[in-house]
């Protein structure tokens, strides 16, 4: 098992800002892509946002672009999602997975390896 931990959720109104972290390992952070995926009640997993290796690739869902930004801190085995801008439509349980696959493209939820426990995000209207 790799242990990626998220942090950082909560609530926030909309058009405010929030970040979130996951931690993972070094092993995750060697040539790994690193995703952020989210799920709202009664809905599917869906894709937010993902960096490669390096932070050499990057690829964001449509709904987020301009105002998610992914990154990542390999020597902290960090990778961060900053999240401005946001909409109701954007509160669900956000996950941290990886991907042992070191360019980042959108992908489906069972194409990543390893997942955190996931942490709430709410925008209020």
């Known amino acids: 098992q790799v242990p990626l931990v998220e942090s950082g959720g909560g609530l926030v109104q909309a058009g405010g800002s929030l970040g979130l972290s996951c931690a993972g390992s070094e092993r995750t952070f060697s040539t790994w892509t690193m995703g952020w995926f989210r799920q709202a009640p009664g809905k599917e997993r869906e894709f937010v946002a993902a960096i490669g290796w390096k932070g050499g690739s990057t690829v964001y869902r449509d709904s987020v672009k301009g105002r998610f930004t992914i990154s990542r801190d390999d020597h902290n085995h960090t990778v961060y999602l900053q999240m401005n801008s946001l909409k109701p439509e954007d509160t669900a349980v956000y996950y941290c997975?990886?991907?042992?696959?070191?360019?980042?493209?959108?992908?489906?939820?069972?194409?990543?390896?390893?997942w955190g426990q996931g942490t709430q995000v709410t925008v209020s209207s």
């Open positions: 997975a990886a991907d042992d696959w070191p360019i980042a493209t959108m992908k489906a939820p069972e194409d990543y390896d390893y």
